[in-house]
């Protein structure tokens, strides 16, 4: 059976494509997951690609992919700067996660240069637009095989 990656998204990545393309550029979500399966299949992963705009869905969302996938790339959205929850969540695991953001977030406003689950995370990417993505799964094929 083809491993599986868990591709995880937090809050409003659903309004991706439709406001701020100078930060995030203009793909919206659909274009990353589709962008996604294209390079997993390569890669030899299924995707499973999910966005929830609720904090404990994502941790309810890690639990299971202890359970179902060889790893996972997430990109927390705003819950990255703030959530205990999931730094704990990640720390239960142990499955590697590798964090995902699409801006620099070092190069943003000062409140998004902490990020609270990259202690916790394998490794973290950011700044390479909706191409960090695509990074991460070859981050994930690299420490998975
Ligand atoms: O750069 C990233 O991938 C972020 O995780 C995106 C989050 C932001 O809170 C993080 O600091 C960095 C924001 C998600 C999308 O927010 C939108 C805001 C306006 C228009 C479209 C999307």
């Known amino acids: 059976m083809t491993p599986t990656i868990f591709v995880l998204n937090g809050p409003n990545l659903n309004a991706l494509g439709k406001r701020e393309p100078g930060i995030y550029g203009g793909k919206t979500l659909g274009d990353i997951e589709a962008d996604c399966r294209s390079v997993g299949e390569t890669l030899g992963f299924t995707i499973d690609f999910r966005q929830t705009n609720h904090e404990g869905v994502l ?3 890690l639990h299971e992919a202890d359970e179902r996938a060889v790893g996972v790339a997430i990109n927390p959205g705003a819950y990255g700067h703030t959530s205990i929850a999931m730094h704990d969540a990640i720390r239960a695991i142990s ?3 590798v964090e995902v953001h699409i801006s620099n977030i070092h190069a943003r406003e000062e409140f998004r240069h902490k990020s ?6 394998k490794g973290m990417i950011c700044g390479f637009g909706p191409h960090s993505y695509i ?10 095989q």
Do not use: E, G, R, Y
Not at 116 to 121: F, L, N, S, T
């Open 59 to 61: 941790v309810d969302w």
């Open 95 to 97: 499955v590697p996660v």
């Open 116 to 121: 609270m689950i990259a202690p916790a995370a």
């Open 135 to 144: 990074l991460a799964l070859h981050a994930l094929k690299n420490i998975t």
